[in-house]
């Protein structure tokens, strides 16, 4: 299985269907770029839904301006597992147990 890993260096929400997406620019060490989408299960992790949208379905397009930051700090420049499913590239979190912190 070949596996792609790669940082994330742009992070976009967009609507999609009426649905929040979050597009992200993800560069592999060998600089191959690939466009990719969180999957719904690492979004709902980062922005629950519940807390953005109360019982709304639709996602108003003026929030996009409040989640943009906030998707920005909590993705942009980390590592992400890249795969395809349909034609379309997503990317997932590494598993917590490969997470390093350095002492300050």
Aim: hydrophobic share 40%; net charge positive; charged share 30%.
């Amino acid at each position: 299985m070949d596996r792609h890993k790669g940082r994330v260096e742009t992070v976009r929400p967009v609507i999609e269907g009426s649905r929040l997406k979050v597009r992200l620019t993800v560069f592999e060490p060998n600089g191959q770029q690939h466009f990719a989408f969180l999957p719904d299960r690492e979004l709902s992790a980062l922005l629950p839904r519940s807390i953005l949208l109360g019982s709304l379905r639709d996602v108003p397009q003026g929030m996009l301006k409040t989640i943009d930051p906030m998707l920005n700090k909590l993705v942009r420049g980390r590592e992400v597992r890249l795969w395809q499913y349909s034609e379309r590239w997503y990317a997932s979190f590494l598993p917590w147990r490969s997470v390093r912190f350095a002492d300050s």
